[in-house]
Structures are given as C-alpha cells and as structure tokens.
C-alpha cells in the first residue's frame, strides 16, 4: 500500500500544481497567464487576493498564498458564492501543496457545494477531490468521485484509469478494477511499471493465470526483475504447464537470478516434475558446489535419490553414504545397504547395515537382518547367515522369509554334508583300488 500511495501523491502533486501555475514577469511572454479572471461574479477586491494567492502559488510561496486567501475568509459574508467558491478552490491548492489532504478536501468539498463553479472547473475539481480521498484511504468517497468525473470527462487519460482501478483494487473490488486497469495499460504505448503490477495483481486474484502470464511477458521484457520471472513460472504452475514453468525457471537460472535455496529447491522439483532427474541431479550439484544448497544430510539425500532415479547407482553411493553418516538413525544405511543388494555387493551391503543396526532407530529392525542373512548366505557364510535369520525370526514382517531362508540353509548343509561323504567315499574307492592294484603288482 505504501507503494501505490507514494505514486499517487506524486501523480496528485502534477495534478494539483498545473491549475496553479502564474508566470514570472521575466517569461510572462511564454507561459499563459493565471487562470484567475475577472468576471462579472468576482468584485475587484476578491479578485485581486485570488490573483495575489494563485501568483504566490504559483511562486512556491504557500504562506502568502494562505494570507491572501484568509483575509478572503475575514470577509466571508461580504463575498458572493462565486467568490467563496473560487477561495474554497484556491485553499484547496494550497493545502494540497503542503499535504494536508484532510484541509484540502474539506476545502474542495465546499468549493463544489456551492454549485456555482464553471463547468471545466467542476471536473477538475471533482478529478483532484477524488485523488485525495484516494491517498486518505478513503475508497469508497475516492470511488464515489471518480464515478461522477468519469460521466463528464472526455477522453479520459491513462493515469485517471489507473486511479479508478487502484481505488476499486483497494476496495477490495478486483473485478470492478480490473477494466479501468486494462485501459490504463492499453491507453499508453508505454505502461508504467506499477500500472502492470496493479493489473498482474488483480489477474492473480481473480485466477485469470493465462492473462497473468501476457502481463509478465511484457514486464520481464521492459522491467527485467526476478519476482516476475518467478510469478511467470507460478503462473504456469497454476495453469499445470509445468514444461512452460520449467523453461522459465532455466531462464532464470541462466540469467544468475536463482539466488536463494527455496528458488534453487523449486528448478529441482520441476526437472523432477517433468521426469528429467539426471538434471535435477546436474542441478543439486551446482547448487551446492555455489553455496545455494547446504551439504547437509537432506541435500545429499536428495541428491541420491535423484541419481538413483537416474539409474546411476554407482554415482549416488556416495552422497548416499554422506547423508547417512550424517543422518540422527540408521535408515539411510539401510537404504544404502539396499542399493549394494540391487548390486550384489555383499560385502559393503553387510557394512552399511551393521551400521544401520549400530545407529539405531531403524522403521524394520528384522528386514535388517534379512538382509544381512542373505548377503551371508550369497558368499556361503553359512553360519553368520544363520544368526542373522534367527535375528531375523523375532519380527512380525520378517519371520516367515527368515524361516524359509533357514530352511534353504539346512537344505544346503544337508547338500554340503552329503557331498561331503561322497567325495570321501570316493576318496577311500580310489585308495583301496590303489592298494589292490599294488599287491596285484608285487604277486606277479
């Protein structure tokens, strides 16, 4: 609000002052002369304090202007409503100039009441009356006032549509807004920058994100700034065109505007979004080699995750072995012990998850020790294999694959023993034939 009403004081100031400006003697030639005249309804003795206040106005001289005028105001009763009129107007300058907007609009106020002001200077009365109200935060007066200028005006400016918009925007009146903001825009060839932002906000408000996304086309062009490539990428969001939201978010990133870890976190999810992971992964990395994203443990497991994602498991054991080393329990040396399972790695599979173990807090302490068992059971260590199962059996979730597994395991000793007494039987054959061979040998 702060904004919108240094702008309007500011456009309430040109207003205000060009009514008022008197010529010097030294350029008296070039300007035109004050708008103050002498009709048959000003006497000569009012019409020279008007002439003394607008000069004075017109000087920069406040304080003689105000003299003048209230020397005016010690005679009320003996000016005609003209004359009031025109003095009413003139302290209305005249506050405005020091901004005191409440005199100022007190003093128009009764300046119209009177009914007696020529046409032109009724609207121009009626159009400064407004602005006021509108920097008082009085909106519905503001609103009141331009509805009745706006019936007489011909050919209304730019500036007098953003007013009317920003006073029904501030009235919390987007739709009522949003047409006088559209005309403000479409009655400059180039819009000011807060004329934009007034109509970007109200198209936001009302949903209308595609129109949303036609004003930042034009904002990111005439007024490069990161929020508007930022709301142009959540307008398309909002639009589910997360392709378009992507492209904008590259842009951006290309440009050095992707400062903070919130707006680096949000080009990863959309590289995610739109199944592109080894990018996000590409992204992670350069986003914590620059210092946007901290080394910390849910970083490194994004990253992981993203390059497994990517079918590049040899690649995410290492920020994968980070995240856990760094992580508060063992779940993360699961999921690695996980990883080197898929890859047959038994002997690190059976590391990462005795540290699992070792850390604690585990969520399924007895698929742990499955798959330590299996990873004993792959190179035949038969016995370590063995405890790990019966570990294995004291689990709800785990106990009937443990049990299978140690039967798997009799079954193989069984195997072992039974081969076993093979091969030695076939070792005690050999010798007995050797043996019989021999004495055949020495008979003979």
Known sequence: MQALRRVLIAMLALA??????????????????????????TGKWAFKRLQKAQEALGEGNTAAALSALNEMKGRLDK??????????????????TQEKYAQATQAFEKALSLNVLPPQAVTNARYNL??????????PKAIENFEIWFKSAENPSADAYYMMAAA?????????????????????SNPKE?????????????????????????????????TYWMQMAAAYTELDDKKKALAVMELAEEQGLLTS????????????????????????????????????????????NTLLHARERDRAI??????????????LYVRLGQVHVAEERWGPARSALSKALQKGGVRDPGNVYLMIGIANASESRWGEAEKAFRSAQKYGKSEKSATQWLGHI???????????????????????????AGEAEASS
């Open 16 to 41: 205000l002052a060009a009514p008022l400006a008197v010529a010097k003697d030294e350029d008296r030639r070039e300007k035109p002369k004050p708008q103050t005249r002498r009709i048959e309804s």
């Open 79 to 96: 000016l005609s409503d003209h004359e009031q009129a025109m003095m009413w107007q003139t302290y209305a300058y005249a506050y405005s």
């Open 130 to 139: 407004a602005q006021l109200y509108l920097v008082q935060e009085n909106y």
């Open 168 to 188: 029904y925007a501030q009235a919390e009146r987007p739709k009522n807004a949003l047409p006088h903001a559209k005309s403000a825009v479409a009655k400059s």
């Open 194 to 226: 807060s004329w934009l932002q007034l109509l970007l906000s109200l198209h936001f408000q009302l949903k209308q994100y595609g129109d949303a996304v036609g004003v930042l086309q034009k904002l990111v062009v005439r007024y490069p700034k990161k």
């Open 261 to 304: 870890e919130n707006e680096a976190r949000n080009l990863i999810q959309l590289y995610l979004y739109n199944d592109i992971p080894y990018r996000a992964a590409q992204q992670i990395e350069k986003a914590m080699a620059d210092g946007r994203l901290a080394r910390n443990s849910k970083n490194q497991e994004l990253l992981a």
């Open 318 to 331: 290492e920020p994968l072995e980070a995240a856990a080393s760094m992580s508060d329990d063992g779940n």
């Open 410 to 436: 009799e079954d193989e000793l069984t195997l072992d023993a039974y081969e076993e007494q093979l091969e030695q039987a076939a070792e005690e054959s050999a010798t007995e034939v050797d043996g019989a």
